[in-house]
């Protein structure tokens, strides 16, 4: 099974400086993950896939990078929209399909 | 518009078995490259995949919870079916249907609101 993890578990951030969240897969993954948002009592959204494509509807400001094992999420500008928790999720070696353990970002 | 709604219990009895319906619109059951997979989350904690069909029925499940958990699809109802065994209360969670994308690659792009499923006697 592919182990997904997430760092940091919390970030805090001011609005409108920039978030930059890990995600690390114990073995290659290529570029088959994807990234999601989850707010309060909501289901999650789905952010990126394949590492790096914005889903429909994504602001510009949510942008993905990386291959192999290490993957980014980085928000830009920080929105107070944008404060939740988010998760990663590979989907290249499965099944199982895994998520992480989630980074809740927090406003400074 | 796609949708995905799931019904169920809110409360189930330890030992009992679980029974959810996810019912999708906006899209058919039957097109190719499409799954619908089903992951819960325990309250305060990650998401966990449980399993997912495929358009042509194909059928994949957790490691740890494969002995317990079966799903099933009605395309003519526009419904995927889990089934989970022997629920214990570590089973609370809020139970989501998702569907993938329609290229195959197993990401969801679509989920549906989630449903609470509580275990206790």
């Known amino acids: 099974e592919t182990v997904m993890t997430q760092s940091p578990a919390t970030l805090s951030v001011s609005p409108g400086e920039r978030a930059t969240l890990y995600c690390r897969a114990s073995?290659?993954?290529?570029?088959?993950v994807a990234w999601y948002q989850q707010k309060p009592g909501q289901a999650p959204r789905l952010l990126i896939y394949g590492a790096s494509t914005r889903a429909t509807d994504v602001p510009a400001r949510f942008s993905g990078s990386g291959s192999g094992t290490e993957f980014t999420l980085t928000i830009s500008s920080l929105q107070s929209e944008d404060f939740a928790v988010y998760y990663c999720?590979?989907?290249?070696?499965?099944?199982?399909?895994?998520f992480g353990q989630g980074t809740r970002l927090e406003i400074k | 518009q796609v949708t995905l709604r799931e019904s169920g219990p809110a409360l189930v009895k330890p030992t009992q078995t679980l029974t959810l319906t996810c019912t999708v619109s906006?899209?058919?059951?039957?097109?190719?490259?499409?799954?619908v997979g089903w992951i819960r989350q325990p309250p305060g904690k990650a998401l966990e995949w449980l399993a997912l069909?495929?358009?042509?029925?194909?059928?994949y499940y957790s490691t740890s919870l494969k002995t317990r958990v079966t799903i099933s699809k009605d395309t003519s109802k526009n419904q995927v079916v889990l089934t989970m065994t022997n629920m214990d209360p570590v089973d609370t969670a809020t139970y989501y249907c998702a569907r993938t994308s329609r290229d195959s690659y197993k990401y969801f792009d679509y989920w549906g609101q989630g449903t609470l499923v509580t275990v206790s006697s």
């Open positions: 999720q590979q989907y290249n070696n499965w099944p199982p399909i895994t």
């Open positions: 906006g899209f058919s059951l039957s097109t190719s490259g499409l799954s």
């Open positions: 069909i495929d358009w042509d029925d194909d059928k």
């Open positions: 073995q290659s993954v290529s570029s088959n």
